[in-house]
């Protein structure tokens, strides 16, 4: 059983910049959901790919988009990007659309100078 | 509005003893409240959950407890070791059940 993997592990960009992350889904998950952790917070709820369309989205502006393969696997893409955007970006894989039995990668810190 | 309020936000511990990190709720309708741990730099991983239909799960050092009438839930551990050194999020699903609204985060700081 493979886990879920992130990449890249970690990424400067400048204010303004467009940046793509990207998640390959655990073996046998169709969801993937992607969250935003900030130093010192919680995750906060991006969006989610259900079966190749969002399900489902957080209080995120439009800049942040997202997709999913056929595959499942999935990617976050931030235009314009801004200081605050600076955070650690974690996606999960689960089974189905519900939140039960996340299972997070190991995420992307991305800093934004 | 959906919302998820955990503490205390740091916790010293002596090791050996035991720890308490408590959260509520807003949500009336959740039913599925697990707790991660996160050690620094790494993700987050689930160490246990409960539904709403039972009142409370052990699994070994740790357990977690649930009042739906006043919307709480806990995590204990007990015995508590250096290695239990962590944050730990709380988290209940959002209205729509597609995601995780999280606390804030408890720093659990376990010294020998």
């Known amino acids: 059983e493979t886990g879920v993997t992130q990449s890249p592990t970690h990424l400067i960009k400048t204010r303004g910049q467009q940046v793509t992350l990207r998640c390959s889904s655990q073996?046998?998950?169709?969801?993937v959901s992607w969250y935003q952790q900030a130093l010192g917070q919680g995750p906060q709820f991006i969006f989610q790919y259900y079966r190749e369309e969002e399900n489902g989205r957080g209080n995120f502006p439009p800049r942040f988009s997202g997709l999913q393969f056929p595959n499942y696997s999935s990617e976050l893409n931030v235009n314009a990007l801004e200081l605050d955007d600076s955070a650690l970006y974690l996606c999960?894989?689960?089974?189905?659309?519900?939140?039960?039995?996340?299972?997070f990668g190991s995420g992307t810190r991305l800093t934004v100078v | 509005g959906e919302n998820v309020e955990q503490h205390p936000s740091t916790l010293s511990v002596q090791e050996g003893d035991s720890a308490v990190i408590k959260c509520t709720y807003s949500d009336s309708a959740s039913n599925y409240f697990p707790w991660y741990k996160q050690e620094l730099g790494k993700r987050p991983q689930l160490i246990i959950d409960i539904r709403s239909n039972v009142g409370e799960k052990k699994d070994q050092r740790i357990a977690v407890t649930l009042n739906k009438t006043a919307k709480h839930f806990s995590l204990h551990i007990t015995e508590t070791q250096p290695e239990d050194s962590a944050v730990y999020f709380c988290?209940?699903?959002?209205?729509?059940?597609?995601?995780?609204?999280f606390g804030k985060g408890t720093t659990l700081s376990v010294s020998s």
């Open positions: 073996s046998g998950h169709n969801t």
């Open positions: 988290a209940s699903p959002n209205q729509a059940g597609t995601a995780l609204i």
């Open positions: 999960a894989s689960s089974l189905s659309y519900s939140s039960y039995g996340y299972t």
